[in-house]
Nanobody, 130 residues
């Protein structure tokens, strides 16, 4: 059964850093494109970043970022660990929300549209204090 578990969230000060992890079980994560999403209270879920599928041995891939996080966040994959990370630097209060990871086989993975991705886990809470 395809399962994703997010971790690494917490409370961080404005300008600080945090690294989120998305661990997969039941399937090879590199056979899918993976996306990170967030949802703030009262708002819709939005795409943050995504990385393309890769070959069986590669931990690389093409990446895509929402404009609001470009230059501050970095998505990466560790294929042997079957895990994808989201490194968050220079965080801002508007980065606060529940962060989720999900997968897709859509050729338009780079658009980071929530409707194209799944399944959805519990997420991990990120709170940025000002």
């Amino acid at each position: 059964q395809l399962q994703l578990v997010e971790s690494g969230g917490g409370l961080v000060q404005f300008g600080g850093s945090l690294r989120l992890s998305c661990a997969a079980s039941g399937f090879a994560l590199n056979s899918y494109a993976i996306g990170w999403f967030r949802q703030a209270p009262g708002k819709e879920r939005e795409g943050v970043s995504s990385i393309s599928r890769s070959s069986s041995s590669s931990s690389g891939g093409s990446t895509s970022y929402a404009g609001s996080v470009k230059g501050r966040f970095t998505i990466s994959r560790d294929t042997p660990k079957n895990t994808v990370y989201l490194q968050m630097n220079s965080v801002k209060p508007e980065d606060t929300g529940i962060y989720y990871c999900a997968v897709t086989r859509s050729s338009e993975w780079y658009r980071i549209r929530p409707a194209d991705f799944g399944p959805w886990g519990q997420g991990t809470q990120v709170t940025v204090s000002s």
